[in-house]
C-alpha cells in the first residue's frame, strides 16, 4: 500500500535523510508504519541543517516530492504563489495518482491545494488531519474556514474521515473526533509533587511569540514575587519574544528565578512537566495543544484560555483552570492553592487520569484503522 502524505511543514535534508520538525515527524511514524511506500509532497528547506528539535522519518521506502515553500500574506507572495502553484498542482496529482490512501494535513496553504483536488479521486481511501481550531465561531483565516467548509461537505469529500480535535455539536457523518498521543503506557508512573508550601514552579511550553503570551508568565511570576511567594518560572522553547524577555527578566530583578531552556527534547520537557505545579498557556490559537495534555499527564495543573478543545480536555475547569489571561487572575489562582493544597491534589489528579488515557497505543491503534 502507497500512503500519500501532504503537508505544509517544511522539511530539511541531510546525508540523503529527511528531517522534520520533532512532535509532528513522531505522528507521521505511527501514521507511515502500516505502508509499504511513502510518498510526501512538502516543502524543502536546502539552506538549513536539522536542528536539535528536528528528527528523522523511521520508513525505509520514501520518497518526497519537493514543492516551493508559498504564503499569501503580502501583494508580492500572493503573486509569487500564483505563478507557483502550478508547480504545487502537478506534484500534487503526481502523489495522488500513485498513492492508494491520500492523507491531507489541513489547515495550511497546502493542505487547501489538496482539498480541492482530492475532489478528482472519489474512490481512493482518503483521511485529513485538520489540526487546527475546529471551533466554527471561533476568527479563524478565510482559507482555514474554506477547508473546514470542504471537509464539512460529505459530498465534496467522498470515501475521506476528517480528523478534528475535540467533541463538537453538528458535526457530518464523515468528521471523527481525535487527539493526539505523546506517551506510551509503560510512562504512566507516579508523580510525586514538592509541597506548594515549599516553593511554586511554573512552566510554559511553546515558542516564544505573542500569540503565546510568554510575556504574561513572566508577569505572573513577578506578582507572586512582590506578594513574598517563592516561585520560580522555566521558559521551554524558542522564538522573536526571547530578547524581550531576557531584558524583562533583567528589569524585574528575575535572574535567579527564571530559566530560558530554549528549544530542548522531549525527555527534558518531560523532567520540566513534572517539577512543575503549574503550566501557564495563555495561547490565542490552537489545535490540539500538546503543552496542556503533556503538562496533565505529569501533574502539572494547566491555566489556560478556552481555546479550541481545551475546555473539553478541562472538563470545563475540573481538570485544570480556565482564565481569560489576566495577570492578576492567573496569580490569585495559584496564590489561592497555596492556601488549598489538597484541591490541588485533586485537580492534578484528575487531570492525570483523564491525560492517560491518550496513550501511544491508543493513538497508533486509532490510526491502524483508519489505515
Not at 145 to 156: E, P, V
Not at 267 to 286: C, G, P
Not at 298 to 323: A, F, H, K, Y
Not at 329 to 358: P, Q, T, V
Request: proline share 4%.
Amino acid at each position: 500500500m502507497t500512503l500519500l502524505i501532504i503537508s505544509h511543514v517544511v522539511h530539511k535534508q541531510s546525508q540523503g535523510h529527511f528531517y522534520a520538525y520533532g512532535p509532528y515527524v513522531r505522528e507521521m511514524n505511527l501514521w507511515i508504519k502500516y505502508a509499504d511506500k511513502i510518498v510526501i509532497v512538502a516543502p524543502v528547506d536546502n539552506k538549513k541543517e536539522p536542528s536539535q528539535i528536528d528528527i528523522l522519518y523511521d520508513h525505509n521506502e520514501l520518497k518526497l516530492l519537493k514543492i516551493p515553500q508559498i504564503d499569501i500574506l503580502s501583494l508580492s507572495s500572493i503573486l509569487r504563489a500564483v505563478f507557483l502553484l502550478p508547480i504545487i498542482i502537478f506534484s500534487v496529482l503526481r502523489g495522488m495518482i500513485m498513492a492508494d490512501h491520500i492523507h491531507l494535513r489541513c489547515p495550511g496553504n497546502v493542505g487547501l491545494i489538496g482539498c480541492f483536488l482530492q475532489v478528482l479521486f472519489p474512490f481512493k481511501r482518503k483521511t485529513a488531519k485538520y489540526a487546527g481550531n475546529w471551533d466554527w465561531n471561533r476568527k479563524q483565516p478565510w482559507s482555514y474556514r474554506l477547508q473546514q467548509k470542504i471537509l464539512r461537505n460529505t459530498f465534496l469529500t467522498r470515501n475521506m474521515t476528517a480528523l478534528v480535535y475535540g467533541e463538537w455539536p453538528d458535526r457530518t457523518k464523515n468528521i471523527k473526533p481525535f487527539f493526539t498521543a505523546s506517551y506510551s503506557e509503560k510512562e504512566r508512573i507516579p508523580v510525586l509533587k514538592r509541597p506548594l508550601s515549599k516553593g511554586v514552579n511554573l512552566a510554559f511550553v511553546g515558542t516564544l511569540t505573542a500569540n503565546k503570551s510568554p510575556l504574561t508568565s513572566l508577569e505572573v511570576l513577578r506578582e507572586l514575587k512582590a506578594k513574598g511567594i517563592e516561585a520560580n518560572l522555566t521558559f521551554c522553547g524558542d522564538g522573536s519574544q526571547r530578547i524581550i524577555l531576557e531584558q524583562k527578566i533583567c528589569d524585574f530583578g528575575l535572574k535567579d528565578n527564571v530559566s530560558l531552556l530554549g528549544n530542548i527534547s522531549a525527555e527534558k520537557v518531560k523532567e520540566v512537566l513534572v517539577d512543575s505545579h503549574f503550566l501557564i498557556f495563555i495561547s490565542r490559537s490552537e489545535g490540539w495543544p500538546k503543552a496542556v495534555s503533556e503538562a496533565m499527564w505529569w501533574g502539572c495543573l494547566p491555566i489556560t484560555t478556552s481555546v479550541s478543545c481545551v475546555p473539553w480536555m478541562l472538563d470545563n475547569g475540573q481538570r485544570g483552570e480556565l482564565v481569560s489571561g489576566m495577570v492578576n487572575e492567573i496569580s490569585e489562582i495559584i496564590e489561592r492553592y497555596l492556601y488549598d493544597e489538597n484541591s490541588f491534589e485533586i485537580k492534578s489528579r484528575k487531570a492525570m487520569e483523564w491525560s492517560r488515557i491518550y496513550t501511544l497505543e491508543k493513538f497508533e491503534s486509532e490510526i491502524h484503522k483508519l489505515i
